[in-house]
C-alpha cells in the first residue's frame, strides 16, 4: 500500500473542500474532475440563480421522457450544478439501470457520485464509461481525483499520467496532478506542474488559485496574493485573498496541532 504523508491525511482533508468542485467540474470540465477551483468558484446560491430556467425548463423535458437518455443527461448535469447532488445522483442511476452501456451516462453517473462524496463508487462506475482499447482523457483525470480523494495519490497520479499520454500539457489534468502532488507534501513538485499548467492557460481562475495555495503553503504568501487577485475587481479581489489566507491559517493550525 502507498505510503501516505502527513498532509494526505487530516490537513488535506481540511484543505480540500474548500477548493473541491468538484468541482472537481470533475475534472474541470464537469463535476469531479474539476477538484479545482476554490477561490475561483462562484457561490452555489449564484449557481443556482443563473441555473434554474433552464433546469425548470430541463425538468418538464425529464419528466415528459424518462427513458430519453440524453434528457436524463442533461438534466442530471444541470441537477449537479446547480448543487442538488442527491437528486443528480438518482437521476443517473435511474438512466444507467435503463441503459447500462451508455458510456456518456456511466461518466455523468460517476461524476455525479464524486459530487456527492461517494467516490469509491464513482471510480467504480467511471471505469465503466470507457474501455483501455479506447481510453477518454477526461474520464481518466476523473478517476485519478477520485483516487486522490481516498488518499490514493500515487494510483491517482499514474491515471493522470495516462490522460497526458492522449493529450500532453492538457493544462485541468496538469491542474488535478499539481494538487496530487499538494497532497502528498511535495509542494515543489507540485509547484513545477501547476506552474505548467498555469503557462499553458493563464485564464483559468481555477489554475490560479491552486498555484496561488501551494505558493502560500510554501510561505510565498506576496506571490500567492498577486496571482489571486489578478484581473479581479478590488471587491473581488479581497475576497479570494481572504479566502487564502483562511486556507493557509487552517494548514498552520494543523501543523501546530500535529506536533
Not at 485519478?144 to 492538457?170: S, T, W
Request: net charge positive; aromatic share 4%.
Amino acid at each position: 500500500m502507498p505510503k501516505r504523508s502527513p498532509l494526505a491525511s487530516s490537513p488535506a482533508r481540511l484543505l480540500l473542500p474548500a477548493f473541491l468542485a468538484l468541482a472537481l467540474g470533475g475534472c474541470q470540465t464537469a463535476g469531479i474532475e474539476d477538484v479545482t477551483g476554490a477561490l475561483g468558484a462562484r457561490s452555489e446560491t449564484a449557481v443556482k440563480a443563473d441555473a434554474r430556467p433552464e433546469l425548470d425548463a430541463l425538468r418538464e423535458r425529464y419528466r415528459a421522457k424518462p427513458s430519453d437518455p440524453n434528457v436524463a443527461l442533461a438534466y442530471g448535469k444541470a441537477l449537479r450544478e446547480s448543487g442538488q447532488r442527491a437528486q443528480a445522483v438518482a437521476v443517473m442511476e435511474q438512466a444507467v439501470l435503463a441503459h447500462p452501456s451508455n458510456k456518456a451516462l456511466l461518466a455523468g453517473y460517476g461524476r455525479a457520485l464524486a459530487d456527492s462524496g461517494s467516490f469509491q463508487q464513482a471510480f467504480d462506475v467511471l471505469s465503466r464509461a470507457h474501455t483501455p482499447e479506447d481510453p477518454d482523457w477526461r474520464i481518466l483525470s476523473a478517476q485519478g481525483a477520485a483516487l486522490d480523494q481516498l488518499g490514493r495519490n500515487e494510483e491517482a497520479q499514474q491515471y493522470y499520467a495516462a490522460a497526458l499520454k492522449i493529450v500532453p500539457d492538457e493544462p485541468t489534468v496538469l491542474s488535478n496532478l499539481g494538487l496530487s502532488y499538494m497532497l502528498q507534501n511535495n509542494l515543489p513538485k507540485a509547484e513545477q506542474v501547476l506552474g505548467r499548467a498555469y503557462q499553458r492557460n493563464q485564464n483559468d481562475a481555477r489554475i490560479r488559485a491552486n498555484l496561488a495555495l501551494v505558493l502560500g503553503l510554501q510561505g510565498r504568501e506576496a506571490e500567492a496574493e498577486i496571482l489571486v487577485k489578478a484581473d479581479l475587481p478590488p471587491d473581488q479581489a479581497a475576497a479570494k485573498v481572504a479566502a487564502l489566507r483562511q486556507l493557509l491559517a487552517k494548514k498552520q493550525q494543523q501543523q501546530r496541532a500535529d506536533k
